[in-house]
Protein backbone atom coordinates (compact mmCIF):
# COMPACT_ATOMS: atom_id res chain seq x y z
CA UNK A 1 0.00 0.00 0.00
CA UNK A 2 1.25 3.29 -0.52
CA UNK A 3 0.98 6.06 1.48
CA UNK A 4 -1.00 8.53 -0.52
CA UNK A 5 -3.63 5.55 -0.09
CA UNK A 6 -4.04 5.93 3.49
CA UNK A 7 -6.96 7.50 4.56
CA UNK A 8 -8.32 8.43 7.81
CA UNK A 9 -10.47 5.43 8.24
CA UNK A 10 -7.21 3.17 7.75
CA UNK A 11 -5.56 5.17 10.81
CA UNK A 12 -8.42 5.06 13.17
CA UNK A 13 -8.01 1.48 12.77
CA UNK A 14 -4.29 0.99 13.58
CA UNK A 15 -4.49 3.74 16.27
CA UNK A 16 -7.51 1.99 17.77
CA UNK A 17 -9.71 4.78 17.82
CA UNK A 18 -12.96 4.39 17.94
CA UNK A 19 -14.90 7.71 17.64
CA UNK A 20 -14.67 10.23 14.89
CA UNK A 21 -13.68 13.40 16.83
CA UNK A 22 -10.44 13.33 15.75
CA UNK A 23 -10.49 13.08 12.34
CA UNK A 24 -9.36 16.78 11.52
CA UNK A 25 -6.37 16.25 13.97
CA UNK A 26 -5.44 12.95 12.21
CA UNK A 27 -5.28 14.88 9.01
CA UNK A 28 -3.18 17.58 10.35
CA UNK A 29 -0.64 14.57 11.90
CA UNK A 30 -0.71 12.89 8.44
CA UNK A 31 0.11 15.95 6.27
CA UNK A 32 3.12 16.66 9.22
CA UNK A 33 4.10 13.34 8.94
CA UNK A 34 3.95 13.39 5.04
CA UNK A 35 6.02 16.52 5.00
CA UNK A 36 8.70 14.86 7.42
CA UNK A 37 9.53 12.00 5.46
CA UNK A 38 10.06 14.12 2.63
CA UNK A 39 12.41 16.70 4.58
CA UNK A 40 13.67 13.89 6.09
CA UNK A 41 14.79 11.69 2.76
CA UNK A 42 14.78 14.38 0.66
CA UNK A 43 12.54 12.21 -1.78
CA UNK A 44 9.96 14.00 -3.77
CA UNK A 45 6.43 13.12 -3.08
CA UNK A 46 5.76 11.34 -6.14
CA UNK A 47 8.69 9.35 -5.27
CA UNK A 48 7.96 8.76 -1.75
CA UNK A 49 4.80 6.94 -3.11
CA UNK A 50 7.05 4.07 -4.71
CA UNK A 51 8.70 3.28 -1.91
CA UNK A 52 5.61 1.01 -0.26
CA UNK A 53 8.20 0.07 3.00
CA UNK A 54 8.14 3.77 4.00
CA UNK A 55 4.34 3.14 4.54
CA UNK A 56 5.43 1.20 7.85
CA UNK A 57 7.53 4.42 8.85
CA UNK A 58 5.01 6.95 8.05
CA UNK A 59 2.18 4.96 10.21
CA UNK A 60 4.82 4.05 13.04
CA UNK A 61 5.61 8.23 12.56
CA UNK A 62 1.80 9.10 12.77
CA UNK A 63 0.90 6.24 15.67
CA UNK A 64 3.97 8.21 17.49
CA UNK A 65 3.01 12.02 16.72
CA UNK A 66 -0.78 11.06 17.66
CA UNK A 67 0.66 9.46 21.43
CA UNK A 68 2.89 12.10 22.45
CA UNK A 69 0.63 15.44 21.43
CA UNK A 70 2.04 16.80 24.89
CA UNK A 71 4.63 20.08 24.68
CA UNK A 72 7.26 18.62 27.07
CA UNK A 73 9.09 15.45 26.08
CA UNK A 74 9.54 12.45 28.21
CA UNK A 75 11.25 10.41 26.22
CA UNK A 76 14.70 11.72 24.02
CA UNK A 77 14.47 8.67 21.70
CA UNK A 78 14.45 8.03 18.67
CA UNK A 79 11.95 5.43 17.00
CA UNK A 80 14.76 2.84 15.83
CA UNK A 81 12.30 1.73 13.19
CA UNK A 82 11.63 5.04 11.67
CA UNK A 83 15.25 6.18 11.86
CA UNK A 84 16.02 2.78 10.48
CA UNK A 85 13.31 3.25 7.61
CA UNK A 86 14.02 6.68 6.69
CA UNK A 87 17.70 6.20 6.86
CA UNK A 88 17.66 3.45 3.66
CA UNK A 89 16.19 6.42 1.69
CA UNK A 90 17.72 9.48 2.81
CA UNK A 91 19.61 11.09 -0.30
CA UNK A 92 20.06 14.31 1.58
CA UNK A 93 22.78 13.68 3.33
CA UNK A 94 25.77 15.77 4.66
Known amino acids: MKISEI ?3 LLKQYLRIDFS ?3 VLLQIIM ?3 KSYLIEYTGLENIVLDTKEDLTMA ?3 LVSDMYDNRS ?3 EKDKVNKLIDTMLNMYSINLL
Open 7 to 9: ETT
Open 21 to 23: DDD
Open 31 to 33: DSA
Open 58 to 60: YLA
Open 71 to 73: FTV
